[in-house]
């Protein structure tokens, strides 16, 4: 079994004079980032595999969820995650290391959320209908979708086979 974390960075500033890839979190996105890390290791979603574009704001989406994942590895950043298309992203998860069990992707839409909608399977339950509702809504700053698909190794991860395990975004946790 893989797991499969597309986590959208968190809240942003809305313009940077050095440029989009230079836009930081907000303090708002600082605490969201902080609160997604916190679902993810109280639901038992620790990575054992980190992927990061080089953007400030997803790297600075990692800092604040850095100490509450405090058994993660160190990630790997890669400049071909910003803004990258799905087909993209899903070429970096398929390159994954089959020893990793868990694999969290930090990046940007709208690919995280095409990726994300491509790998789902079509629902089985009525929580699998209310997390894929919840995602084609909206997939807003810091939301994590969780897939996960039965399978022993990355490379053989395909279109609609993934359970969709979990959508969080801060929202949901803040409402209650």
């Keep these: 079994m893989k797991r499969l974390l597309l986590w959208r960075h968190a809240k942003t500033e809305r313009d940077n004079p050095r ?3 230079a836009r930081a979190l907000t303090a708002r996105g600082k605490a969201d980032a ?4 916190k679902r993810m290791r109280d639901s038992g979603w620790m990575p054992d595999h980190v992927l990061c574009s ?4 997803t790297v600075e989406t990692w800092e604040a969820a850095e100490p509450l994942l405090a058994d993660a590895p160190a ?4 400049d071909a995650l910003y803004l990258a298309p799905w087909k993209q992203i899903l070429g970096l998860v398929k390159a994954a290391p089959k020893t990793a069990r868990t694999l969290l992707a930090i990046g940007h839409n709208p690919g995280f959320e095409d990726l994300a909608a491509a790998l789902a399977r ?3 339950t009525a929580e699998e209908r209310s997390h894929l509702a919840n995602m084609r809504e909206k997939f807003p ?3 994590v979708a969780v897939l996960e698909f039965p399978v022993g190794d990355w490379r053989a991860v395909s279109l609609a086979t993934g ?3 979990a959508f969080v975004a801060p929202r949901f946790l803040k409402d209650g």
């Design 141 to 143: 700053t810091a939301a």
């Design 75 to 78: 990630p790997e950043f890669r």
């Design 163 to 165: 359970t969709l395990a």
């Design 34 to 37: 902080a609160l997604m890390a």
């Design 122 to 124: 079509p629902p089985e």
């Design 19 to 21: 440029g989009d890839k």
């Design 54 to 57: 080089t953007a400030v704001r």
